[in-house]
Each structure stands twice: as C-alpha cells, then as structure tokens.
C-alpha cells in the first residue's frame, strides 16, 4: 500500500481513469497550503507593467498603485507629478505552488526597457524608474541572479539599470487605473504603442503567439505523432518513468511543444529529480503554459499544459530545489528536445542565452 501511494504522489500525468469528485471527495482535495507570496514591481507606467501578469495561472491579484516612497496615502496627481518619492508600481498576489516568483521576475523584464535612466520611454522622472523591490533575502537573490544574467545575454546594448531595492511600502493606486487595459483599451493600446514600449519590447524579445505556434488538428496530429506522443498530449496519458526519451539527457538545448513547436524549457534548468521523468525547476515563459487543477489520482494536482497546442505536458509539484521549490515533471513524449548547436537553424537562436 506505501508503494502504491509513494508511485501516486510522484506521477507525473493523468490516468486513464475519471472519477466524480464528491462534496467528501472536496475536503481531502484540499492538498495546498493556500499559501501567498506577493511580488512588487516598478516599470514605468503601470498600466503596461500590470497587463502583462494578468491572466496567468497562479497569479491571484496584481494591483496598480506606488511603492518605495516616504509619503503616506500619495494620490496619483501628487506621484505622476514628481512631487513625491514614490514610484508606479505593480503588486503581485501569487500561488508559489503553482507559480515561482523566478518565473515573475523573467516576464517582468519583458515589459519595459530595464536599461532606461531617468524614466520610461517618454515619462521621465524618478517616479517612472524601474525598480524590482524585493521582499525578503531569497527574492534579493533570486533577482540579482536573473539580472546578472539579462545583463550578460548581449540582448541590451547598454546596462541593466534597474535597481534592486528593499520593499518598504504599497498603497494601491485609485479604482480608474485598476485592470486600465480593459476599462479604456483603445487609449491603453495607444499608449503602448504611441510611448515606444511596443516596439521595443517588439525589437529584443521573441514572438510569442498563438499566430506563431499553431496547433494542427487532431486528424493531423494522428498522422504526425507516434502513438504514445499522441495519447499523451490529446488524451493525457503517462508515459512509464525511466522509460521515456529525455529523463537521463543531459545535452545542452531547448525543450519544445511537440504540437505546436513553442519553447518549453531550458537545460539549465533541468535537474536530476529521481522521479525517473524530465524534471525542471522552471520553464521558459510561464505565459506558454496553462496550469488547471485535476484530482484524477484522488489528490489535488496541477496539470502543465501548452496553451499554443493545447495539449497536455505533466505537473507541477512543490517539492523541487532552490529557488523555485517547484518541479516541473514533463513527458518527454510531450516534447521534442533541439539541441544547442541546432538552435539557430531551427528557429530558435533568441533563446541561446537561456542555455548553458
């Protein structure tokens, strides 16, 4: 019986076998901690800082507002105007079970220009710097790694400029900025693109669109997929562990969506997890993926999903390392594996950084 639920706790996918979840069912379903950890951000205008995270599984809230000033309850005229300390923020709500604050902190680059001095685009003054504000010791660490990398990539012709700097305080913008990109989209839209933020963010990050990974159909995938390949994205079957394609690889490259082609995850951040399947602490872009619960084996579990092929890739567990504490446990039959010397040809040289 301790086999059978040690095997349980480790499986990396779905079986084949659906139960109704019952209201007695629910109560023992109730495996996470409902534990929150919350993550703040400064990126010029705030509008164009909090769009981006909305929508992302394991993000609960992100909020507008400023943060790091010495002035108590600031309004937006008094901060826009540079009479206050305080800078445009954005505070983030998240689930470290389902999503790590690394992951955060990698799509927080990608929304503002990290190497502008004195503003952000066309807002100048020191209430539209960047700045990452971190929380505790192991998110000064984790964001001092991440920029010490961006700053080696070569993306930037010039330095990483923001500053990291000790959280003191938050206090929520007025209701009207709150999720601005949906209450007055054709002026948010036209500020992004009229600021010069699109464009550059257009200029040193790679595509990533449903546009660009297209999922075929399912006769097509039929055709294309070997059988496993097949029943383990469209009918989230498991492959067996220490049996499939990439547990013990251990060769430098990028793991892709074998649907749609998307970028998955990196080498380096793959790591020996014992589970006997492809195990990562993190991926490439959490916005890649869709992470839905399912309680298939009787315990409450979150599914990874490519949200381009719409297919299913394995889970997510909180019992990986430092500094996610998440493992992501893959099916190699979920994915093909591009090699680091093929990377280029294949259409992924924007992604060699990210590579040991």
Not at 87 to 96: A, H, K, L
Not at 332 to 337: G, L, T, V, Y
Request: hydrophobic letters at 30%.
């Amino acid at each position: 019986m301790l086999s059978l639920i040690v095997a349980l706790m480790f499986a990396c996918g779905n079986t084949s076998v659906q139960s109704q979840n019952t209201s007695a069912d629910a109560e023992k379903l109730t495996g996470f901690s409902g534990k929150t950890e919350v993550a703040t951000f400064a990126g010029g205008c705030f509008w164009c800082v909090e769009a981006p995270f909305e929508g992302i599984d394991g993000v609960i809230t992100v909020i507008s507002g400023y943060a790091g000033g010495k002035e108590k309850n600031p309004t937006y005229g008094e901060v826009s105007s540079g009479k206050t300390s305080h800078r445009e923020s954005v505070q983030i709500t998240f689930d470290p079970e389902v999503i790590s604050y690394s992951e955060l902190v990698d799509i927080f680059w990608q929304t503002f220009d990290p190497t502008d001095v004195g503003g952000s685009f066309y807002d100048r003054g020191s209430q539209y710097e960047s700045a990452i504000f971190f929380h505790d010791s192991e998110q000064k660490k984790v964001a001092e790694a991440s920029k010490k990398l961006l700053d080696k990539s070569g993306k930037f012709e010039k330095p990483i400029a923001t500053p990291l700097i000790k959280f003191t305080n938050f206090y929520a913008a007025e209701d009207y900025h709150q999720d601005y990109y949906k209450k007055s989209p054709t002026d948010y839209y036209a500020y992004r693109k009229g600021s010069g933020r699109d464009k550059f963010i257009q200029d040193h990050w790679p595509e990533l669109s449903a546009k660009k990974y297209t999922a075929p159909s399912k006769d097509e995938l039929k055709s294309s997929l070997t059988k496993l390949q097949y029943e383990v994205t469209q009918e989230d079957a498991t492959e067996l562990s220490f049996q499939n394609e990439y547990n013990g690889n251990h060769e430098d490259g990028i793991y892709v969506d074998i649907v749609s082609g998307a970028p998955l995850f990196s080498s380096k951040d793959k790591y020996e997890s014992g589970s006997g399947w492809p195990s990562f602490t993190k991926p490439i872009d959490a916005r890649a993926l869709e992470k839905p619960t399912d309680d298939d084996l009787g315990m409450l579990r979150v599914e990874v999903r490519s949200k381009y092929g719409n297919s299913h890739v394995g889970h997510v567990f909180y019992d990986g390392p430092a500094p996610t504490s998440l493992r992501y446990c893959m099916n190699s039959a979920a994915m093909r594996f591009i090699p680091k010397d093929e990377m280029e040809a294949a259409g992924y040289g924007d992604y060699l950084w990210l590579v040991k």
